[in-house]
């Protein structure tokens, strides 16, 4: 830039500016030199000024430190006299049984002087009873925090408040309170001596401080007490700088404090010292401006000498630069042709061509012909050198390629160089399909190079091919889909023509990539997406958006019916079986659909609420298609806000666990509870599992939350146990994600040993449906759980899965027989039947029996008749709190079974 302004300035030709730019380093560097020198002086005094100034810096520290030695010394005996004062007068209080009033002992001329501080007696109700300020008695400090603090800490020590607006003193005052106590050591009232804010600080001035220094007295509770600067008592320090001054004070420096600590801006030494006996702290802060004053004198002296050293360098750097400048001019002049023969040679896999100026009569370039180039560069154009040479410009080039170089002859000449890349079209001359061209200006010619670059070029439009399709599937990818859709939209506004977007997820895809591994999923993906586009329309597109997740596109909707048939094609083509590495493995495809323009204007909209769709199919029923609407997105609103909730509560402790209790279908007797946990919920109140746990299983928070009932069972259970009561066992309802995971041993045995309960007082509950998806990690996740003592329980039996080889397998050691089939006890005889046998299928293979829903004596006069071991149900009580469920504790019969 101060090349190109130089050579406007003096009006220099564009060789000469040429010459300029390439020798920057010769025109630059005794300037350079110069600064540098400059520089190292301007350091130097710097330095030499910054010694003065931390030794002044140092001495100021130094004083702050005395001063607030000083300074505490000074308040140590001040407040050490209203302490004197507060205490001889508790004495009084509690010697008079509280009839003690001042007038009392001033009376008897025994009083320490009362110029000292405001003395008020308070009752125990808050109400002043004697005091030394006129028009106090009878008013109520019930509202004081030092009352309050008094009232609930038996504390002897003196109190010492905070600032606080006086009521009689009509001024900022600071409170020095004792508790008064009765004989036997209740609260009986508050002595309280006040004083004005200054009283703290009376004793500095600006004599010693300074015009601009501070002495201000901090609590332990790091709230300022009384402040002032100079002779003026102020509050200058702003609240949220205590805690940073604090800070100063535990790691004191000779640096002064930020003057954002200040509401006057103004930096400052700060050191501050413990006032003895007391919870206080004299800082005294010296100002930075009143040492600076010092050092005016030095800092001037510096400076001139500074700024003559400038001016002589700057003189000698003039005529160094004009002498370096005119020695490398005369060295230019005689390498321009060697130069320029080197630059233009460079490359010998590309064309070189030397193009000299055609000028006229009056001297303006006409033309430029062709004085020079290589093989290469003849081969280029498809002719030998020797017919090449002596070739002008307009008679090599025509056409609109001629006008664009014309109109770069120009630039080049201005700026020296130019290169880009270039298209030949069906009317070029040059043979190649894209050449690179490079110009540079050598004198008043031009330098130019050409290479062939159409194998590069194909390269890069290939790797921009597959940078949108994925390599699995073949398919295009999720970058592709950025562009393309915003087309099809485009499209579809300009034709007036609807448009769906099918978000595809493949459901059991995970089961099958984890349990067959990555490769079988890769081939399974694979054949999906081959289905996937057989079964779609020619002008159909569709693409892997990520995963096992796929988007299509459909063009030229004419009704609803199009996109939900081409769902159901895709849907039927996917459930179809596959063979993986010799196995046949079933998967489907929950689809959401999304319309243009009803369900959205632009592609991100369109993509998020088929994905809405989706997700609505698959947690309804796995291989549907659902269309979006918007009760589809207030509904998925709420789940993901119920997921929000879920797990702010899960960290925040919302969850409370209450307890079923289990009784002897004979005798009564209570053998057992099952844990049930309620979401305490801040705003709804307490919430039951019907409302959170569907969406806690969707989101995997189910295995927190299963933790955390654990925990508190584990806990409640530690906590009877030391109350000295005789455990039962309680059974904890575990999820299918939890056995999926691996995690339901662990989880007890943590829980256990963290509250020291025996693993037979916890019993674990699993559901049929949980051995639907994967049996075998079900059946060895029980096995692991009979090995460490803990009993498992088949909940809800009868509505599910089971098969009696399966029951027999699982080795489970309760059934808890469905309510549904209780319900039918004493109603329908198949009800009882069906009950009976499942009693005698229990007892064949060593398991008992619990009834669950019991809810009427009839009920459970069938149970009993049929040999039920267990009953659990309303009759028997209600889910309860855990401070209510203990009444049950040594009851054997309970009444409702009497």
């Known amino acids: 830039m101060l090349i190109r302004r130089a050579v406007n300035l003096f009006k220099l030709t564009p060789e000469q500016g040429h010459f300029l730019r390439k020798h920057v380093a010769t025109v630059a560097f005794w300037p350079s030199t110069c600064i540098i020198v400059a520089l190292l002086m301007m350091m130097l005094l710097v330095s030499l000024y910054q010694s003065a100034r931390q030794h002044h810096e140092a001495q100021a520290q130094t004083a702050a430190r005395q001063l607030s030695e000083v300074y505490a010394q000074q308040i140590a005996r001040a407040v050490g006299e209203i302490d004197h004062i507060t205490a001889l007068l508790r004495s009084n209080w509690e010697q008079s049984s509280g009839r003690f009033r001042l007038d009392q002992i001033r009376a008897r001329d025994s009083f320490i002087d009362m110029r000292l501080a405001a003395v008020t007696l308070i009752d125990r109700d808050g109400i002043i009873v004697s005091s030394t300020m006129p028009g106090a008695v009878g008013m109520s400090v019930t509202d004081r925090a030092y009352f309050r603090f008094h009232r609930v800490n038996a504390a002897p020590d003196m109190l010492i408040g905070v600032p606080l607006p006086g009521r009689i003193m009509d001024k900022e005052i600071i409170t020095f309170t004792r508790r008064l106590a009765t004989a036997s050591g209740e609260f009986d009232g508050v002595i309280c001596a006040s004083v004005g804010t200054p009283f703290m600080t009376s004793f500095a001035n600006a004599s010693t401080l300074g015009q601009r220094g501070m002495l201000a007295i901090l609590g332990a509770d790091g709230i300022t007490r009384s402040a002032k600067i100079g002779n003026r008592v102020d509050s200058l320090l702003e609240p949220e700088v205590i805690p940073r001054l604090g800070t100063k004070l535990l790691a004191p420096t000779t640096s002064p404090a930020d003057p954002g600590l200040f509401l006057d801006h103004d930096a400052r030494f700060i050191a501050g010292t413990a006032v003895p006996q007391y919870p206080l702290h004299a800082v005294v802060g010296l100002s930075l401006a009143d040492v600076a004053l010092t050092l005016e004198a030095t800092r001037s002296s510096y400076i001139g000498i500074a700024a003559a050293g400038c001016v002589v360098l700057l003189l000698f750097a003039i005529a160094a630069t004009v002498m370096a400048v005119r020695i490398a001019w005369r060295k230019h002049r005689e ?359 569907d969406i806690a299983e969707a989101s995997n928070l189910i295995v927190q939350l299963g933790e955390v009932v654990m925990d508190k069972v584990c806990a409640q259970l530690a906590q009877w146990q030391a109350e000295g009561r005789a455990l039962v066992p309680v059974s904890v309802n575990a999820s299918a994600r939890q056995f999926d995971e691996g995690r339901v041993k662990d989880l007890c045995i943590r829980a256990l040993r963290r509250h020291g309960i025996d693993a037979r007082y916890i019993e674990i509950e699993l559901t049929e449906s949980i051995m639907a998806n994967n049996a075998q990690q079900v059946f060895e996740e029980l096995r692991s759980l009979h090995e460490i003592g803990v009993p498992v329980h088949l909940d809800d039996f009868g509505t599910g899965y089971s098969s009696l080889a399966a029951l027999h397998k699982l080795d489970v050691d309760v059934l808890k027989v469905d309510r549904a089939f209780t319900a039918q006890l004493g109603a329908a005889q198949e009800g009882e039947v069906f009950f009976s046998a499942i009693v005698s299928m229990a007892r064949a293979l060593g398991m008992r029996v619990i009834a669950e829903g019991v809810e009427t004596p009839q009920q459970l006069a069938v149970l009993q008749r049929l040999g039920c071991d267990e009953v659990q149900g309303y009759l028997v009580s209600r889910p309860l709190p855990a401070a209510e469920v203990v009444r049950f504790y040594g009851q054997r019969t309970l009444p409702a079974l009497a």
């Not at 970058?479 to 769906?500: D, F, I, N, T």
């Not at 998925?636 to 307890?659: C, G, K, N, S, W």
Request: charged share 25%; proline share 3%.
């Open 335 to 693: 390498e321009v042709i060697r130069n320029t023969y080197r630059i233009a040679t460079e490359g010998a896999n590309e064309g070189f061509y030397m193009w000299g100026p055609v000028y006229g009569r009056n001297g303006e370039v006409l033309d430029y012909e062709l004085v020079d180039c290589n093989a290469k560069g003849a081969e280029l154009y498809g002719r030998q050198r020797s017919d090449i040479l002596g070739v002008r410009l307009r008679s090599l080039y025509k056409g609109e390629l001629l006008d664009e170089l014309l109109a770069l002859v120009p630039k080049i000449m201005e700026t020296g160089f130019h290169d880009d890349e270039f298209r030949t079209n069906a009317g070029s001359v040059a043979t190649p399909e894209w050449i690179s061209r490079r110009f540079v200006r050598a004198a008043d010619g031009i330098a130019v190079t050409l290479r062939d670059i159409s194998e590069r070029k194909r390269m890069e439009q290939e790797t921009a091919r597959l940078a949108e399709h994925d390599a699995l599937t073949g398919l295009p990818n999720r970058h592709w889909l950025a562009g393309y859709l915003p087309l099809a939209l485009a499209r579809a506004a300009e034709g007036s023509r609807a448009l769906a977007v099918l978000f595809v997820d493949l459901d059991g895809f995970k089961n099958i990539n984890d349990s067959l591994g990555h490769g079988a999923g890769d081939t399974l993906l694979h054949a999906a997406a081959r289905r996937i586009r057989g079964v779609l329309r020619p002008a159909d597109s569709v693409a892997r958006f990520g995963g096992d997740e796929f988007v299509i596109v459909i063009e030229g909707l004419v009704s609803d019916d199009d996109a939900a048939e081409v769902a159901t094609r895709v849907s039927h083509s996917v459930s179809q079986p596959f063979e993986i590495l010799g196995r046949q493995c079933k998967i489907g495809a929950s689809i959401g659909i999304s319309l243009y323009p009803r369900d959205g204007a632009d592609a991100e909209t369109l993509i998020r609420n088929a994905d809405i769709g989706m997700y609505s199919a698959k947690s309804e029923a796995k291989g549907q298609h659902r269309f979006f609407s918007a009760d589809l997105y207030r509904q998925l609103q709420h789940r993901l806000d119920t997921e929000r909730e879920l797990a702010a509560a899960i960290e925040e402790d919302q969850f409370i666990v209450h307890y079923q209790p289990r009784v002897n279908t004979h005798s009564g007797e209570l053998v057992g509870m099952e844990a049930l946990v309620r979401w305490q919920h801040p705003e709804k109140g307490l919430l039951y599992p019907g409302a959170f746990i």
